[in-house]
């Protein structure tokens, strides 16, 4: 029987949990456990930073979350002089493609933004999703596909949202289907 030691507040949450949560405040964002999952401690390397992670239990998906606070990372991107008044998207296409690259060695993936329907229901300026093949590592945890979904409200922040799995078929969209409700911007 494998043992996780995770610390919990209060309230019921974990340390983890309870830190998250406190970051996607401070973006003005928020989050609510979706049903069915348990938390992992996610996986990092120095190109990545997730800050927390679920998993689907006896289902071979996990999924990784990222926020970012945009007045803080404008500072890591202004080596590629991008202004955030003239391109106020410049900042999530760069994380996404950040990413893809760093799970699939890839700069390309297919990818497909938002409906005006589904960006008004999460409350953000931009959406988009990406589906890529992963790189078999350590970080991926050895999965084959993944679905990076990236929101943003302007002026406020940035969510990744990865997704894990081992089937890209209709069953893998299923899964990603239960975290419909998990997150969304307040403002």
């Known amino acids: 029987m494998a043992f996780s030691a995770l610390a919990f507040s209060q309230s019921g949450e974990s340390q983890q949990l309870k830190k998250f949560k406190e970051h996607l405040s401070s973006i003005n964002a928020s989050f609510v456990f979706p049903e069915g999952f348990t938390?992992?401690?996610p996986e990092n390397n120095d190109k990545t930073a997730y800050e927390y992670a679920l998993e689907l239990p006896n289902a071979d998906?996990?999924?990784?979350?990222?926020?970012?606070?945009?007045?803080?990372?404008?500072?890591?991107?202004?080596?590629?002089?991008?202004?955030?008044?003239?391109?106020?998207?410049?900042?999530?296409?760069?994380?996404?493609?950040?990413?893809?690259?760093?799970?699939?060695?890839?700069?390309?993936s297919f990818n497909r933004a938002f409906p005006p329907s589904i960006m008004q229901f999460y409350n953000v300026d931009i959406g988009h999703s990406y589906f890529f093949n992963l790189t078999d590592s350590p970080i991926t945890k050895h999965y084959q596909y993944a679905l990076l979904v990236v929101i943003q409200k302007n002026h406020y922040g940035t969510i990744s949202v990865i997704c894990l799995g081992n089937d890209k078929g209709p069953e893998f969209f299923k899964k990603i289907n239960k975290l419909r409700n998990c997150l969304k911007f307040n403002i």
């Open 39 to 41: 938390e992992v401690k």
């Open 61 to 108: 998906f996990e999924i990784l979350f990222q926020v970012n606070d945009l007045k803080r990372e404008w500072k890591k991107f202004e080596k590629v002089k991008v202004d955030p008044k003239s391109n106020p998207d410049s900042l999530y296409t760069r994380i996404a493609t950040d990413q893809v690259s760093s799970l699939s060695g890839q700069e390309t």
